[in-house]
Nanobody, 128 residues
Framework: QLQLVESGGDLVQPGGSLRLSCAVYGLTLNDYAIGWWRQAPGKEREGLSC????????YYADSVKGRFTISRDLAKNTVYLQMNSLKPGDTATYYC?????????????????????WGQGTQVTVST
C-alpha cells in the first residue's frame, strides 16, 4: 500500500531544532524524489526542500536555506528534514510528497503539480 508517513513534529522554542521523518511505503526512493512542504493557517502551501531520486541532489527554498537540511536513508526508505534555528514563522503543518525521479524546480521554486503522493502532515509549532 502506497503511503507517506510524516513524524517528528512538536512544540519547540525559538532557536531550537527538530528532525522530521518521512517514511515511504509502496514506492522506492530510487525512483521517486521526495519534497517537503509546509502550510500555515491562511497561507498557501510552500515548497521548502526536495531530494532527487537519481543522485540525491537537493533543492532549498530561500526561506530555509542554511537552516534546514534534507537527507535520505535508502535502506530505510525514509527522508529526513533537519530543521535548525527555528523561528515562530516556521510554525505550520509540514508535509512530505513524492514525485517521479526529479524535483520540479523553476524560477518560481518547487513545483506543486509534479507531486503525485502526499502524506497527512505533522505539526510544528515554534513558540515560547
Amino acid at each position: 500500500q502506497l503511503q507517506l508517513v510524516e513524524s517528528g513534529g512538536d512544540l519547540v522554542q525559538p532557536g531550537g531544532s527538530l528532525r522530521l521523518s518521512c517514511a515511504v511505503y509502496g514506492l522506492t526512493l530510487n525512483d521517486y524524489a521526495i519534497g517537503w512542504w509546509r502550510q500555515a493557517p491562511g497561507k498557501e502551501r510552500e515548497g521548502l526542500s526536495c531530494i532527487s531520486s537519481t543522485d540525491g541532489s537537493t533543492y532549498y527554498a530561500d526561506s530555509v536555506k542554511g537552516r534546514f537540511t534534507i537527507s535520505r536513508d535508502l535502506a530505510k526508505n525514509t527522508v529526513y528534514l533537519q530543521m535548525n534555528s527555528l523561528k515562530p514563522g516556521d510554525t505550520a503543518t509540514y508535509y512530505c510528497a513524492a514525485e517521479r525521479v526529479s524535483c520540479s524546480v523553476s524560477s518560481a521554486g518547487l513545483g506543486y503539480y509534479g507531486f503525485d503522493y502526499w502524506g497527512q502532515g505533522t505539526q510544528v509549532t515554534v513558540s515560547t
